[in-house]
């Protein structure tokens, strides 16, 4: 692969959706052989030297970054490793990927940072290194360090750092480093054993709830410090009407906080458990009917900014458990062009340039990266989308080493193609 001759590329028709700019066109695009993207030119390279594809209803995009994904690595490498992931990423129209630090030992120290940054992969990863030593809760982290060492955010994703003393020290660090603190905020004295939100799966098989308040207060909580510190505060896969309805009030103060919305939260609620299922097991939960109408219109009204996937493999027999004895969470990357598309510009009348800032510009701005662009001059980094494509998702053919989805054997419309990286087209959704 290192010894091919550089191709150049062209895709003589598509939409062009450039949040960047504001770009939203018919029209070709060209990436020549140095990959960085150019005007068609008069004379098209010889056969041998292009790549084109040419067919009905593509959409490019700047690539896509998913600023919340576990990759396992290192710890849990049967369920996900880099490889993998960024894989199972790629495939799903990402270029850019935030690591989450709930590994094995977790990322807390330098080394492992630069070990997540420095990995050879399909798409580029930007690590989170943990708020606190060993996500404990307990003592704020070496911030300044972790993020000499390249972390661009922190957090303790997979656990709130309950104390709100600790997480003041944490986040006057991360402002005074000029980077976010991302957190996964559900109250644990408030959450308990809760594992689902109220349903008729829940009553039917006697689940424990996980009452809306824990969330709900631990929303509350961070803004206030975000208010007292100034620390950018990001708030991952929200799932309540009134964490929404909390944030959009921050926002509206002027406070730098931003929230997610993953695409399990948004096209699916509580009452649509379908049994005793595992892979139907997340945390947060889903929420109600009403809470998936919050979020989406959080999502339309520019409250929550961001999508993410919350990617989160497990080894497919611990989660052939049950509801009860599973783990927390579901695979995303492969699908989440798809869902997002399908319930967010379909059903909901989002406009695709706005979807495409909330998968592209919103997320780079978060981690303080430049975002890609089309503009002619920019080193291409491409998502190429097929919004119209019907496919069902069999998880034997997902890049991803799990399968615990609770979109397995269903119909989606739309997926990611192909994307363009530093020179190298993955198609695995085309025919060249």
């Given at each position: 692969m290192?010894n091919?001759?550089?191709?150049?590329l062209l895709?003589?028709?598509?939409?062009l959706?450039?949040?960047?700019?504001g770009?939203?066109?018919?029209?070709?695009?060209?990436?020549?052989?140095?990959g960085?993207i150019?005007?068609v030119?008069?004379?098209?390279?010889?056969?041998?030297?292009?790549?084109?594809l040419?067919?009905?209803?593509?959409v490019?995009?700047?690539?896509?970054?998913?600023?919340h994904?576990?990759?396992?690595?290192?710890?849990?490498?049967?369920?996900?490793?880099?490889?993998?992931g960024?894989?199972?990423?790629?495939?799903?129209?990402?270029?850019r990927v935030?690591?989450?630090?709930?590994?094995?030992p977790?990322?807390d120290?330098?080394?492992?940072?630069?070990?997540?940054?420095?990995?050879q992969?399909?798409?580029?990863?930007?690590?989170?290194?943990?708020?606190?030593?060993?996500?404990?809760?307990?003592?704020?982290?070496p911030?300044e360090?972790?993020?000499?060492a390249?972390?661009?955010?922190?957090s303790d994703?997979?656990?709130?750092?309950?104390?709100?003393?600790?997480?003041?020290?944490v986040?006057?660090?991360?402002?005074k480093?000029?980077?976010p603190?991302?957190?996964h905020?559900?109250?644990?004295d408030l959450?308990?054993?809760?594992?689902?939100?109220?349903?008729?799966?829940a009553?039917?098989f006697?689940?424990?709830?996980?009452?809306?308040?824990?969330?709900?207060?631990a929303?509350?909580?961070?803004i206030?410090?975000?208010?007292?510190?100034?620390?950018?505060?990001?708030l991952q896969?929200?799932?309540?009407?009134?964490?929404?309805?909390?944030?959009?009030?921050?926002?509206?103060e002027?406070?730098?906080?931003?929230?997610?919305?993953?695409?399990?939260?948004?096209?699916?609620?509580?009452?649509d458990?379908?049994?005793?299922?595992?892979?139907w097991r997340?945390?947060?939960?889903?929420?109600t009917?009403a809470?998936?109408?919050?979020?989406?219109?959080?999502?339309?009204?520019?409250?929550?900014?961001?999508?993410?996937?919350?990617h989160?493999?497990?080894?497919?027999?611990?989660k052939?458990?049950?509801f009860l004895?599973?783990?927390?969470?579901?695979?995303?990357?492969?699908?989440?062009?798809?869902v997002?598309?399908?319930?967010m510009?379909?059903?909901?009348?989002?406009?695709p340039?706005?979807?495409?800032?909330?998968?592209v510009t919103?997320?780079?701005?978060?981690?303080?990266?430049p975002?890609p662009?089309?503009?002619?001059?920019a080193?291409?980094?491409?998502?190429?989308?097929?919004?119209?494509?019907?496919?069902t998702?069999?998880?034997?053919?997902?890049?991803s080493?799990?399968?615990?989805t609770?979109?397995a054997?269903?119909?989606l419309?739309?997926?990611?193609?192909?994307t363009?990286?530093?020179?190298?087209?993955r198609?695995?959704?085309?025919?060249?």
């Amino acid at each position: 692969m290192k010894n091919e001759t550089p191709k150049a590329l062209l895709i003589p028709r598509a939409r062009l959706l450039d949040p960047s700019t504001g770009r939203d066109e018919e029209g070709a695009l060209f990436v020549d052989a140095q990959g960085r993207i150019a005007p068609v030119p008069a004379k098209l390279p010889a056969a041998s030297r292009l790549t084109v594809l040419d067919r009905p209803g593509l959409v490019v995009t700047p690539g896509l970054c998913d600023v919340h994904v576990h990759f396992r690595d290192p710890g849990a490498t049967e369920a996900e490793d880099f490889v993998s992931g960024s894989a199972a990423a790629a495939n799903g129209g990402f270029t850019r990927v935030a690591t989450m630090p709930n590994t094995l030992p977790p990322t807390d120290t330098p080394a492992l940072v630069r070990r997540a940054r420095t990995a050879q992969t399909a798409v580029a990863i930007f690590p989170t290194a943990c708020a606190t030593v060993g996500r404990a809760g307990k003592t704020c982290a070496p911030i300044e360090a972790l993020e000499e060492a390249g972390a661009v955010a922190f957090s303790d994703d997979g656990a709130m750092v309950a104390d709100p003393e600790v997480m003041r020290v944490v986040m006057t660090r991360a402002r005074k480093v000029g980077r976010p603190v991302m957190d996964h905020a559900v109250r644990p004295d408030l959450q308990q054993n809760g594992i689902v939100r109220a349903c008729p799966a829940a009553e039917t098989f006697g689940w424990p709830i996980f009452p809306p308040e824990a969330e709900v207060e631990a929303v509350r909580g961070d803004i206030a410090l975000c208010r007292a510190t100034g620390c950018a505060l990001h708030l991952q896969h929200l799932s309540c009407a009134e964490s929404v309805a909390l944030v959009r009030e921050a926002r509206a103060e002027g406070l730098p906080v931003t929230g997610e919305a993953t695409p399990h939260h948004l096209a699916l609620a509580a009452e649509d458990i379908p049994g005793n299922d595992g892979n139907w097991r997340m945390n947060p939960p889903l929420g109600t009917r009403a809470d998936v109408e919050a979020l989406r219109q959080g999502v339309l009204d520019g409250t929550l900014t961001i999508f993410a996937t919350d990617h989160a493999p497990h080894a497919p027999a611990t989660k052939a458990k049950g509801f009860l004895q599973a783990p927390f969470g579901i695979i995303g990357a492969e699908t989440a062009v798809g869902v997002t598309w399908d319930v967010m510009v379909r059903q909901c009348g989002m406009a695709p340039l706005a979807w495409a800032a909330a998968w592209v510009t919103a997320p780079n701005t978060l981690l303080g990266l430049p975002a890609p662009t089309l503009e002619p001059g920019a080193p291409a980094e491409l998502a190429i989308l097929a919004p119209n494509d019907e496919w069902t998702v069999d998880v034997r053919l997902l890049a991803s080493k799990s399968q615990n989805t609770p979109w397995a054997g269903r119909t989606l419309r739309g997926r990611a193609v192909a994307t363009y990286r530093r020179g190298r087209l993955r198609a695995p959704g085309l025919t060249l």
